[in-house]
């Protein structure tokens, strides 16, 4: 069974500052990697995902990912996060097997950002 | 197109009382899960289904059960309920497969509080 680790439970940074959060899983088969964000009193959405290729990964708002496989992981970053970013961000990971739409979910980062 | 819509919104139950809740997929998508969000024990799988049959299940009590239509519309359904149920429920839809890596759409939850 696939697991998934968010090892910064709650960062707190001023505007301007850079962002990465961390983010490693359990699997020992062929991953699809997503983090999402839950915007205060929204839902959850999809900010990037990795399936194949190259494994630096853009995704909306300037966020991007780094998958390594040799480390298991699939840190978010955005080199200047702003008052907007204030939100729970969620690492997911999908065993890719044909049809398998189950998500794995990392506990969260809840990201504060101050003005 | 309209997201996944989910119905109601807030419910609040007394212990040892059944209750049903609604998915409306986006449409032309034929995959529904379900997930559970709590403080404690964050985002956890339900259950997925595709073409009216339960394709996957999470490690819950046979309590929680699920139905999919054959319009794709889903419920959920949880029977004796428990002050731990309280939760968050979240509905995600996705494309059939055959469309490998498919992205998971989520909808704003419904809130269910046991008293």
């Known amino acids: 069974a696939q697991s998934v680790s968010q090892h910064n439970h709650h960062v707190i940074l001023s505007e301007a500052a850079s962002l990465e959060l961390g983010c490693n899983y359990s699997?020992?088969?062929?991953?699809?990697l997503f983090w999402y964000v839950q915007y205060p009193g929204q839902h959850l959405q999809l900010l990037l995902k990795y399936f194949s290729g190259d494994p630096l990964v853009k995704g909306i708002k300037g966020f991007e990912a780094e998958f390594i496989k040799s480390k298991f992981s699939f840190n978010l970053r955005k080199p200047s996060v702003q008052w907007s970013d204030t939100a729970e961000y969620f690492c997911?990971?999908?065993?890719?097997?044909?049809?398998?739409?189950?998500?794995?979910f990392g506990t969260g980062t809840r990201l504060t950002i101050i003005p | 197109k309209a997201g996944v819509t989910q119905t109601p919104r807030y419910l609040i139950k007394t212990r040892g009382q059944q209750v049903t809740l609604s998915c409306s997929p986006i449409s032309g998508h034929r995959s529904v899960s379900w997930y559970q969000q709590t403080p404690g024990q964050g985002l956890q799988f339900l259950f997925e289904?595709?073409?009216?049959?339960?394709?996957n299940k999470g490690n819950f009590p046979g309590r929680f059960s699920g139905r999919q239509f054959s319009n794709s519309r889903s419920e959920m359904n949880v029977s004796t309920l428990e002050l731990g149920d309280s939760a968050l429920y979240l509905c995600?839809?996705?494309?059939?497969?055959?469309?490998?890596?498919?992205?998971?759409?989520f909808g704003q939850g419904t809130r269910l509080t046991v008293v």
């Open positions: 997911a990971v999908n065993a890719d097997n044909f049809g398998n739409e189950k998500l794995t």
């Open positions: 995600a839809s996705s494309l059939p497969p055959g469309v490998r890596t498919t992205e998971a759409f």
């Open positions: 289904y595709f073409s009216e049959t339960q394709r």
């Open positions: 699997y020992g088969g062929t991953v699809n």
